[in-house]
């Protein structure tokens, strides 16, 4: 059974720092690309950012640019993304995501095959 778990979310002030995890059981990540998708309430999900199998390739949204950073662990088969200088405009449920082996990044949330339940980022003013 494949399954994507998020941690580290939380209530956070403007400014501040916030990073989460993305652990993998079920399927071997380092085969995969894996990406951050968030969804604030009443809007569609939004990309954030996507790191290759091999973890030398990234993408992230222009809204995110500069302040977010994905990286891997492919030994612990986790997934890692660092937020910084948050916004309350960040605020949002953070979904992780893998799509299917051997596939490359993909900024298009529909192309994720597998999907954690979210972990919940509260950015205060």
């Known amino acids: 059974q494949v399954q994507l778990v998020e941690s580290g979310g939380g209530l956070v002030q403007a400014g501040g720092s916030v990073r989460l995890s993305c652990a993998a059981s079920?399927?071997?990540?380092?085969?995969?690309?894996v990406g951050w998708v968030r969804q604030a309430p009443g809007k569609e999900r939004e990309f954030v950012a996507a790191?290759?199998?091999?973890?030398?390739?990234?993408s992230s949204a222009d809204s995110v640019k500069g302040r977010f950073t994905i990286s891997r662990d492919n030994a612990k088969n986790t997934v890692f993304l660092q937020m910084n200088s948050l916004k309350p405009d960040d605020t949002a449920v953070y979904y992780c995501?893998?799509?299917?082996?051997?596939?490359?990044?993909?900024?298009?949330?529909?192309?994720?095959?597998?999907w954690g339940q979210g972990t919940q980022v509260t950015v205060s003013s």
């Open positions: 079920g399927l071997t990540c380092s085969t995969r690309a």
């Open positions: 790191i290759s199998w091999t973890g030398d390739s990234t």
């Open positions: 995501a893998a799509r299917a082996a051997w596939v490359g990044v993909t900024v298009s949330a529909a192309g994720y095959s597998y």
